[in-house]
């Protein structure tokens, strides 16, 4: 009588896994489908949102740019329309910020040449300076033109010599601060208790001139700072009377400002 054939282990394994009738890779496979399944879910619900984002967004940017099509958000001209936008947005950021600041520079120096050109005229060289700094174009008046030691009334040459300077200025209409310095000579009197009145009172008379000349007050402001903004040391007279003045700051942030409306308007 035959032995009958001998099972290998190989096989008993093949026959019990068909006897449960799924193989255990399917599970697997089942579980990565699920899962690709819920992503694709998702890209969409974001992609619809993402979508009225887009609409919003092409909007803003034919108004910002001019462009006449924008192309749909997914699509490779839309990525690649979305790089040239960034770029024209960069490069139109950078060319406006230099423009701008160009063109405040120009306006500053045509200030300081006006005022350069009446003092060599009127040979006030010793009376009246014109300088820039960050805080914009500077005139500097000294208080020995303007007003008697200890007084903030100003003198009839102090007027005369104001009135010359502002008809220049009336051109440039841009905000003033008026800023009023002393020396460190203390003053103690029932009107002026220290410097911090004395400065701010001569600041004010000189505001108030400006717009009796007819200067908007709306574009006037006034500080007095006593004799904590010296220019050079209080070491010596000639030193104290450098440090007596008067400054008629015509404000880079308001120059700027003008600028940038008429950057937009072209």
Known sequence: ???????????????????????????????????????????????????????????????????????????RQGLDVVKQIQTQVDEKTVYAVDEVGAMVNREMEDIISEVEEFVFKNKLSGEVRVSSDPRGAVITISDVVLFPPGSAEMTPQGRKTLRQVFDVLKQFQYNVKIEGHTDNTPIHTLRYPSNWELSAFRASEVAHMMIDDGFPPERLSVEGFAEFRPKVPNTSAENRAINRRIEVVYQRGSIRQRMVKILNRK
């Open 1 to 75: 009588m035959p032995e009958p054939e001998k099972i290998t282990e190989e096989e008993e394994d093949f026959e019990f896994e068909e006897s449960r009738g799924v193989p255990p890779w399917i599970i697997t496979f089942a579980d990565m489908v699920t899962l690709l399944m819920v992503f694709f879910i998702l890209l969409f619900a974001i992609g619809n949102v993402e979508q009225e984002k887009w609409r919003d967004i092409k909007e803003s940017l034919r108004e910002a740019l001019g462009a006449d099509s924008i192309e749909e958000l997914g699509t």
